[in-house]
């Protein structure tokens, strides 16, 4: 049976200090409607503007995930997301009275704890998942992070940190399916290093900061004078250094706490894709910012598994046969591209070009295994767009490429395949510029893509 998508039964309450700014924050999560998705709505400003949970929105990753659409931001949302993602909901609306999730004990826990509270709702809507079908990477060459995204039946996680520390060097930890969430990852907190406390601390950047909001590593000799001022800066009774490295404020929960936290940030930040995903993600020294990126990937990879392509019923009448269409283009053979338009769409068109072994290209694109050349894919996707953007003028014109952009070939086309070209405007016509994509299939795949602007240019009469 098809999962059905949930929401909040009743609202819950969240107060607290952001980590950085150090403001007084109030949350509160509210039920939403089917499809409607995680948002954060800014209470605290005029209009009570609205902010999607969506990886484009992505502002800054250097100290958190930080959101920001026309000018307004809400940031450190991680733990607020993987805990929406591992309750297993799909549509809630955060209230929030300033501009930073509060801290708390910084973990994922309270959050959780809030939503057993709450209660959750089943939807009369079926939830829809990203699927993983292939294998996707991204990789951050400079960080040497890396995120790897294989099939999988369920929403599973392996996470690996390495530091340059003899207290906390290698660390490994396993999410084998996101049902495990609160029991085994929202409690974990987040850690720093003492030395990068001291310079988050000497650039009054962790306004809302406390010692029990954080495991302190510390992997250097440090005095006990030192520790107490440290105390005394956050307030705080006096500290020690334990055995292992970490200041005696807190107790590990996990001997891999370290590793389940940065698993936990996985979590909230690929719930950015806005999908439930179903596979298995490998994340090697993760950060928001390669999480995030990663999030990106995956949302084009939705967007591209999303585009259907067209049925081409070749009994069909075409809407332009070959005659019809070199009335519009000035293009003869062997530079005419499209063979026929065979459906009108909202804003575009589809069209269709049978590649044949007898395409003059073919003699020397290449001897032995004749591919068509990807300048001609492109030609032909233009020649159809141009189609349609000349079929709403009045008068003659011609059609001049000014820029290609987000251009890409996924399969070759050899002879007997048959183009299947749709066309669609991404913009209204104005000043003459028309900008379209393309999306051209074979079968049910996707063989080449990519995005045009044309200038209109009116004939003169002769």
Same mark, same amino acid.
């Given at each position: ?9 009743? +609202?819950?309450?969240? +107060? ?19 499809? /409607? ?29 930080? &959101? ?9 949302? !991680?733990?607020?997301? %993987? ?5 297993? #909901? ?7 009275? $300033?501009?930073? %999730? ?81 029991? !085994? ?57 334990? +055995? ?11 001997? $891999? ?12 930040? &690929?719930?950015?894709?806005?999908? /439930? ?24 990879? &939705?967007?591209? +598994? ?16 070959? $005659? ?18 065979? !459906? ?42 141009? &189609? ?5 003028? !009045? ?28 066309? $669609? #405007? ?37």
């Amino acid at each position: 049976m098809a999962d059905k998508q949930k929401t909040l039964a009743s +609202s819950f309450t969240i +107060s607290g200090k952001g980590l950085h700014t150090g403001v007084n924050v109030t949350m509160k999560f509210n039920p939403a409607p089917v499809n /409607h998705g995680f948002k954060f709505k800014r209470t605290d400003l005029p209009g009570q503007p609205v902010i999607n949970a969506d990886c484009d929105l992505v502002f800054d990753t250097s100290r958190g995930t930080l &959101l920001e659409k026309d000018g307004v931001q809400v940031g450190t949302i !991680e733990h607020t997301l %993987a805990a929406l993602t591992g309750m297993n #909901l799909d549509n809630v609306l955060i209230e929030i009275d $300033n501009e930073e %999730a509060p801290i708390i004990d910084g973990s994922a826990k309270y959050f959780v704890e809030g939503i057993v509270k709450a209660g959750i709702k089943e939807q009369d809507a079926e939830r829809e998942y990203l699927v993983i079908k292939e294998k996707i990477v991204y990789r951050d060459e400079k960080t040497g992070a890396e995120l790897i995204a294989l099939p999988d039946d369920d929403f599973s996680i392996n996470t690996m940190i390495s530091f340059n520390s003899s207290v906390l060097n290698n660390q490994y930890a396993t999410l084998d399916s996101i049902s495990n969430f609160k029991d !085994e990852i929202a409690s974990c907190r987040t850690f720093v290093f003492l030395h990068e406390l001291e310079f988050l601390l000497h650039n009054n950047l962790i306004k809302g900061g406390d010692l029990d909001n954080a495991i302190v590593i510390i992997d250097k000799e440090v005095s006990q004078e030192e520790l107490d001022r440290l105390a005394d800066v956050f307030n705080h009774e006096r500290v020690e250094v334990k +055995s292992q490295g970490i200041l005696n404020n807190i107790e590990l929960l996990f001997d $891999n706490e370290c590793a389940r936290h940065k698993l936990l940030d996985v979590v909230g930040d &690929l719930t950015l894709v806005g999908m /439930h995903i179903k596979g298995r993600i490998i994340a090697t020294k993760p950060g928001h910012g390669p999480n995030t990126m990663m999030a990106k990937q995956l949302k084009k990879y &939705l967007n591209q +598994s999303k585009i259907q392509a067209p049925v081409y019923d070749p009994s069909k009448p075409p809407v332009l046969d070959i $005659n019809q269409i070199k009335e519009l283009l000035p293009h003869r053979f062997p530079f005419l591209l499209v063979d026929k338009i065979i !459906e009108d769409l909202p804003d575009g068109v589809v069209g269709i070009k049978n590649v044949t072994n007898d395409e003059p290209f073919f003699q020397g694109h290449f001897p032995g295994e004749p591919v068509m050349p990807a300048v001609l894919q492109v030609e032909a996707m233009a020649q159809t767009g141009g &189609l349609f953007v000349l079929r709403q003028l !009045e008068g003659k014109y011609s059609t001049y490429f000014i820029r290609m952009d987000n251009v890409k070939f996924r399969k070759k086309v050899i002879p007997g395949d048959t183009l299947i070209i749709k066309t $669609n #405007l991404l913009s209204p016509i104005r000043r003459g510029i028309a900008h379209m994509k393309a999306v051209c299939f074979v079968g049910d795949k996707i063989v080449a893509e990519g995005e045009f602007i044309a200038q209109l240019i009116k004939q003169e009469d002769n």
